[in-house]
T-cell receptor, first 113, second 113 residues
Framework: GDSVTQMEGPVTLSEEAFLTINCTYTATGYPSLFWYVQYPGEGLQLLLKATKADDKGSNKGFEATYRKETTSFHLEKGSVQVSDSAVYFCALSLQRRDDKIIFGKGTRLHILP | AAGVIQSPRHLIKEKRETATLKCYPIPRHDTVYWYQQGPGQDPQFLISFYEKMQSDKGSIPDRFSAQQFSDYHSELNMSSLELGDSALYFC????????????FGEGSRLTVL
């Protein structure tokens, strides 16, 4: 079935470090790919998305490129901040009308000052 | 911009009681989704509605039911509550043409004692 696999956390980095959170997917169709972020005590916010191969989603210094050949959508940021501490969920949707989003297990990120 | 509104934000119930959660989607969104997120877990899809009809069903217990009303708001009814039902319940809405992008509410935290 359709699924998302992302690296387990927690990931702990120092401020200004480079971040990569790996995400790969399995899908029967041609999915849209997303990264959602959940800050402590809050809901899910869309961080970025990509809807076709080689698209790059970007927001708040985060980037992810839709790689169809490797079925991946890795999240990167060049210089993390303490305020980036949160749980990051990779997700997919099959671009069908009313299709649900399938989430990965989430990766907790801790940024140390 | 208007967002997805969920109520109540917090709810405390005893075992075997009943709870109802409400969700008001973004205006003109035609699809509503319910997710359950246990402590430290990824959001699990429960059920969705498109144009007031159930469109997909996930891991929703038989003790739970949901519906979407003529004004597109949705309610999740949970009966015979168990301790394991304690979780954050998210509602999300989307528009059929949005390439799978879901907009999430802040969530309703249910605690079963």
């Amino acid at each position: 079935g359709d699924s998302v696999t992302q690296m387990e956390g927690p990931v702990t980095l120092s401020e200004e470090a480079f971040l990569t959170i790996n995400c790969t997917y399995t899908a029967t169709g041609y999915p849209s790919l997303f990264w959602y972020v959940q800050y402590p005590g809050e809901g899910l916010q869309l961080l970025l998305k990509a809807t076709k191969a080689d698209d790059k989603g970007s927001n708040k210094g985060f980037e992810a490129t839709y790689r169809k050949e490797t079925t991946s959508f890795h999240l990167e940021k060049g210089s993390v901040q303490v305020s980036d501490s949160a749980v990051y969920f990779c997700a997919l949707s099959l671009q069908r009308r009313d299709d649900k989003i399938i989430f990965g297990k989430g990766t907790r990120l801790h940024i140390l000052p | 911009a208007a967002g997805v509104i969920q109520s109540p934000r917090h709810l405390i119930k005893e075992k075997r009681e009943t709870a109802t959660l409400k969700c008001y989607p973004i205006p003109r969104h035609d699809t509503v989704y319910w997710y359950q997120q246990g402590p430290g877990q990824d959001p699990q899809f429960l059920i969705s509605f498109y144009e007031k009809m159930q469109s997909d069903k996930g891991s929703i217990p038989d003790r739970f039911s949901a519906q979407q009303f003529s004004d597109y708001h949705s309610e999740l009814n949970m009966s015979s509550l168990e301790l394991g039902d304690s979780a954050l319940y998210f509602c999300a809405s989307s528009l059929g043409s949005s390439a799978g992008e879901l907009f999430f509410g802040e969530g309703s935290r249910l605690t079963v004692l």
